[in-house]
């Protein structure tokens, strides 16, 4: 018999996925200021005695970033997972809808709901929203199409972290017509310089995530070249220097440059985290659950939130704003909300769509018309 070889495992990115769950973490960890908002803005806070802010300070301060880095993530996944199969044709518009639809619509209409439910219920003790002020039909209606911020992002409305989803989706129309047309890496340097002549949400979206389709493009052709190794070397030397060059010409306020850094940087450290990684089934699992909750976390953290201090209110007890428990209890439940929340409602929800939509159509059975004994025409 002729010895066969397994196929070689493929590329699980699990180096992204725990790049994934920290940019939703910096997310968490960055609105957890908003237990001290007044309507739209916090009030007597003080950054310095939030919990455990010596550890946490690089996300409680720049956690907007994690943004960016999303959306750069989403780039290398989106050009791995479907550059060829849109220009080949395998994947056309219709299904591309649906396995977009699947994953982001179910949560997002129910975080909407429960948002639109509980506001009201906080207006009622207060005067005015939390946080979010723009709760009105208009905005809802906006909502229901995701497409709250596909003009402006300066009304913030109902379930607001949302914003980030829309800019997105917009992007991922654009990222399926281009294909259509070319899957050249020379387009994703164009939109690139054009959008850093642009301004707003929708051309950051998109240099990142044009960027991170770089990253995947270079991926992949590294998998196969003589010279991976020594590109991933230089790749991890452009991780570690970089930000010290950073650090360097702007006197250790990087931060004044920050848009550009991330473009920098982080399709480079993608590139990096995206090699296969071997490690033991259950921590393989684990960080697959992580990922897995990035969406869950980024949709549920603020309904919790707001559930939390329509319940204080009622019982008028007072914010515990600086209390490490109070975080962790905060941390805590979104965490084990967004794990339920994936496992029992959002990935059922999927497949159940997924089945309706893209279910292969039975083939149509042919009658065959009943067979009659024809005579030969001497006896007809």
Not at 39 to 44: E, L, M, N, S, T
Not at 61 to 89: E, L, N, Q, T
Not at 351 to 375: F, G, Y
Request: some cysteine.
């Amino acid at each position: 018999m002729i010895p066969t070889t397994a196929p070689a495992p493929a590329n699980k990115l699990l180096g992204l996925e725990v790049l994934r769950f920290l940019t939703a973490f910096a997310i968490l960890v960055f609105h957890y200021r908003h237990f001290a908002f007044v309507a739209d803005r916090p009030v007597g806070l003080v950054n310095d005695r939030l919990p455990l802010y010596r550890l946490l300070h690089v996300f409680y301060d720049r956690g907007p970033c994690g943004v960016w880095i999303f959306w750069c993530i989403s780039g290398f996944i989106f050009f791995w997972k479907y550059r060829d199969a849109i220009a080949d044709r395998s994947v056309g518009g219709w299904k591309f809808f649906v396995l977009r639809f699947s994953r982001l619509y179910p949560l997002h209409i129910a975080t909407l709901l429960i948002v639109s439910l509980v506001q009201p219920l906080y207006f009622n003790l207060n005067g005015y929203f939390f946080v979010y002020q723009a709760n009105d039909l208009v905005h809802f209606l906006l909502q229901l199409l995701m497409a709250s911020s596909w003009g402006s992002q300066d009304a913030l409305s109902f379930d607001g972290p949302i914003w980030s989803i829309s800019v997105e989706v917009l992007v991922y129309f654009c990222f399926f017509l281009m294909l259509l047309v070319t899957r050249s890496w020379l387009l994703n340097l164009v939109v690139i310089a054009a959008c850093l002549t642009a301004s707003g949400q929708v051309a950051a979206c998109l240099a990142f995530f044009y960027a991170g389709g770089l990253a995947a493009m270079v991926r992949r052709a590294a998998m196969s070249s003589a010279h991976r190794l020594a590109a991933e070397r230089a790749g991890w030397l452009a991780v570690i220097a970089f930000p010290l060059w950073a650090w360097q010409v702007t006197n250790g306020q990087p931060e004044s440059m920050d848009f550009l850094l991330l473009l920098t940087f982080t399709p480079v450290l993608l590139f990096c985290l995206s090699r296969e990684v071997a490690m033991p089934a259950w921590l393989q699992k684990v960080v697959e659950v992580a990922g897995n909750m990035t969406y869950s976390s980024y949709l549920l953290h603020f309904p919790l939130q707001l559930i939390a201090v329509v319940g204080l209110g009622f019982v008028r007890a007072p914010i515990p704003l600086y209390d490490d428990r109070f975080f962790g209890l905060f941390i805590g439940t979104t965490l084990v909300a967004s794990y339920l929340s994936y496992r029992y409602f959002e990935a059922p929800a999927q497949s159940l769509i997924r089945d309706l939509l893209l279910r292969p159509r039975p083939a149509r059975r042919e009658t065959v018309p009943e067979r009659r004994d024809v005579k030969p025409a001497i006896y007809r």
